[in-house]
């Protein structure tokens, strides 16, 4: 093995080219040392993605199939238990089962929303909005100004939000006869847009009798 004091002496002993020809190699081992170690990392990245990405997309399948399997099933339950009269009439589609150490609970909700009139309810809100802050004395740092307008923001999706318009109705006696019509226009416009099913799942802790939710998502474990 080459002490350093041999590699001095080396150094030493060569030309002006040979060092600069030296060095150059070095340079050269250590930039395809480099090329290897980030070879090596992306090559294993790739590997790891793509190992990632083929669970993923087996649990997806999994958990639709699941999901259309056990509409079907609860679509199918539910006529039954309504026909033997656990469910008393249509509107009651809500309901919890236990067996033992499970629980199922099956939540049917009305996905409420607007129609185009309350596009035009909004413009009336606006422009009434206005004309109230120029007649206040405070302005636009009017608290009912402030609060009303931050009501009518709108989604990430441009739509306005059911809540958040709902909580503009408790205004009305703070406000006159022209809010209160447009409020009525709001109510005209709220509409139910679609139905929403959910299933919760829970196990009973057999030492405590505590339930706990079983969360298919990882993500909330």
Same mark, same amino acid.
């Given at each position: 093995?080459?002490?350093?004091?041999?590699?001095?002496?080396?150094?030493?002993?060569?030309?002006?080219?040979?060092?600069?020809?030296?060095?150059?190699?070095?340079?050269?081992?250590?930039?395809?040392?480099?090329?290897?170690?980030?070879?090596?990392?992306?090559?294993?990245?790739?590997?790891?993605?793509?190992?990632?990405?083929?669970?993923?997309?087996?649990?997806?399948?999994?958990? $639709?199939?699941?999901?259309?399997?056990?509409?079907?099933?609860?679509?199918?339950?539910?006529?039954?238990?309504?026909?033997?009269?656990?469910?008393? $009439?249509?509107?009651?589609?809500?309901?919890?089962?236990?067996?033992?150490?499970?629980?199922?609970?099956?939540?049917?909700?009305?996905?409420?929303?607007?129609?185009?009139?309350?596009?035009?309810?909004?413009?009336?809100?606006?422009?009434?909005?206005?004309?109230?802050?120029?007649?206040?004395?405070?302005?636009?740092?009017?608290?009912?100004?402030?609060?009303?307008?931050?009501?009518?923001?709108? $989604?990430?999706?441009?739509?306005?939000?059911?809540?958040?318009?709902?909580?503009?109705?408790?205004?009305?006696?703070?406000?006159?006869?022209?809010?209160?019509?447009?409020?009525?226009?709001?109510?005209?416009?709220?509409?139910?847009?679609?139905?929403?099913? $959910?299933?919760?799942?829970?196990?009973?802790?057999?030492?405590?009798?505590?339930?706990?939710?079983?969360?298919?998502?990882?993500?909330?474990?």
């Amino acid at each position: 093995m080459e002490t350093k004091n041999e590699n001095v002496d080396l150094l030493k002993g060569m030309t002006k080219e040979q060092r600069a020809a030296l060095y150059a190699q070095l340079q050269a081992e250590e930039k395809n040392d480099r090329m290897a170690k980030r070879e090596s990392y992306e090559a294993l990245r790739g590997e790891f993605m793509h190992e990632v990405k083929n669970h993923v997309e087996n649990v997806e399948a999994e958990v $639709n199939g699941f999901k259309k399997w056990l509409d079907e099933e609860t679509a199918a339950f539910t006529k039954i238990m309504r026909e033997y009269g656990a469910v008393k $009439n249509e509107s009651q589609q809500s309901y919890t089962i236990t067996d033992g150490d499970f629980k199922l609970e099956v939540k049917f909700n009305k996905v409420k929303g607007f129609d185009e009139r309350a596009d035009l309810a909004a413009e009336r809100l606006v422009d009434y909005l206005k004309r109230y802050m120029e007649e206040s004395e405070k302005g636009v740092e009017d608290p009912m100004y402030q609060m009303a307008m931050t009501l009518l923001e709108r $989604n990430k999706t441009g739509d306005l939000d059911y809540k958040s318009i709902s909580k503009l109705y408790e205004l009305e006696d703070k406000f006159d006869e022209e809010y209160a019509e447009i409020m009525r226009l709001f109510k005209e416009a709220n509409v139910v847009q679609t139905t929403a099913t $959910n299933y919760y799942f829970s196990k009973r802790n057999p030492e405590n009798g505590v339930w706990t939710r079983i969360e298919p998502s990882f993500c909330r474990l």
